[in-house]
């Protein structure tokens, strides 16, 4: 049994009998494992993504929506899930900004981080600013691998799960440091308008 799988079935364990509920782990690790197999080709740095975040998460989702659970219910579930977890892992992250200053480097430090950890061997595409900032991470994403395989995987509606944990990730850093994406992929735009601001050398910054 696949642990994220597991993990993430756990948040509709409320909503079904216990026999049901040991049914649908063993289905969405069934599937996982199958999804996992049709990809098997997949570049290293994709599989990084598609291993523990995207094929656990489309498992989970078309497992519960086949037990009766609405679209709305199970993408919930799928949320919450990513949301609680990012929270947990970005803690560390916001309690370094706040010594000495750290909040003024975070904004030249996440767009190296999200070149290496979201790059374009994973299937991410960027368009990048023409001037650089180092008060401002800006740059938006065109093409996300998240929103590839949910279109692969007729589960369109799913996408906005993946993308409003970034929120849970960036939104409460630092009280200056301005979470201010205002759309994505998955919500149905164009791109991903990445943003961090620090609002303490860039108090007006609208961009």
Known sequence: MNMIVSLMASGAKKRFS?????????????LFRKLTEENGDLPKAMKRHTGTNIFPAIAVYKT???????????TGVIRRFFCKICKIMFRPAAWYQH???????????????????FSPAAGFEYRMPDQTDPAVARFDI???PYHAMCVKYDCLELNPAFCDSDDAKYGNLHRNLKW????TIGHGAPCCDFRIIDVSRRPDYDG
């Open 142 to 144: 065109v093409a996300c």
């Open 99 to 117: 010594i000495a200053g750290n909040y003024h480097r975070y904004p030249a430090g996440m767009v190296k981080h999200s070149l290496r950890d």
């Open 64 to 74: 519960l929506l086949a037990h009766g659970m609405t679209a709305e219910d199970a």
């Open 18 to 30: 216990r026999r049901e509920y040991r049914q649908i782990r063993r289905e969405a690790d069934a």
């Open 180 to 183: 201010a994406r205002s759309s």
